[in-house]
Nanobody, 123 residues
Framework: QVQLEESGGGSVQAGGSLRLSCRAS????????MAWFRQTPGKERERIISLKRDGIGIYADSVEGRFTISRDNAKNTLYLQISNLRPEDTGTYFC?????????????????WGRGIQVTVSS
């Protein structure tokens, strides 16, 4: 059974940093492209960033250099480092596993989702 469990969210002040983690289990972690999506209030869920099996990140056009994705294959864990947080970063962040052979760039590319974790940034 595939499980994706996010952690590391919370409430922070603008300008701060967070590192989100996604612990994966139930599948060969190194065989899949992983991604982070975000859903902000009033908007659709959107892909922020994907990480290919070879460790190369694929960033959405709207993503600035404040977001960094990484993975620790020994721990079956995906990370998202966010720096210089802004109030508009407030939302629910989802860890996602791509369908086999697909690196997610849209919801339709996702095979499995985590439950999501809330990030709230106050000004």
């Amino acid at each position: 059974q595939v499980q994706l469990e996010e952690s590391g969210g919370g409430s922070v002040q603008a300008g701060g940093s967070l590192r989100l983690s996604c612990r994966a289990s139930g599948f060969p972690f190194t065989s899949y492209c992983m991604a982070w999506f975000r859903q902000t209030p009033g908007k659709e869920r959107e892909r922020i960033i994907s990480l290919k099996r070879d460790g190369i990140g694929i960033y959405a056009d709207s993503v600035e250099g404040r977001f960094t994705i990484s993975r620790d294959n020994a721990k079956n864990t995906l990370y998202l480092q966010i720096s210089n947080l802004r109030p508009e970063d407030t939302g629910t962040y989802f860890c996602a596993r791509g369908r086999y052979g697909v690196c997610p760039s849209a919801i339709a590319d996702v095979g499995d989702w985590g439950r999501g974790i809330q990030v709230t940034v106050s000004s």
